[in-house]
């Protein structure tokens, strides 16, 4: 995971350990680095987190869409898979909000 965030602010590499501590209190996860991000998986994909210029974006893979201020986009991938993308800037932004989020993500990617 140390070439996905080469030249990143070190808080990117904080943020996702903190996804990724949290996660694994729910169960298994596998994190699958890539050249654009980590991709987030229980049985299926849960989420990717993909490093930017000035933010980490978290995409949920959830059933709907979320109807909050913190979320930046949707993308409809079918009728019951939508990508959430989710601006993330500091640690702090690993709140319980987005925990339940990642929860709800984690318990859809499960068999």
């Not at 501590?21 to 991709?39: C, I, K, R, S, W």
Request: hydrophobic share 45%.
């Amino acid at each position: 995971m140390a070439e996905t965030f080469r030249g990143r602010p070190p808080e990117f590499a904080l943020i996702l350990a903190e996804i990724l501590a949290y996660l694994e209190t729910l169960g298994p996860v596998h994190a699958d680095a890539v050249q654009v991000g980590v991709f987030l998986k229980s049985d299926r994909k849960l989420a990717e987190v993909r490093p930017k210029s000035r933010w980490l974006s978290c995409n949920l893979y959830l059933p709907r869409e979320l109807d909050d201020a913190r979320v930046a986009r949707h993308l409809r991938l079918s009728a019951a898979r939508v990508v959430n993308e989710v601006k993330l800037r500091s640690v702090d932004d690993v709140d319980d909000q987005l925990r339940a989020w990642l929860a709800e993500a984690f318990d859809e990617a499960t068999d």
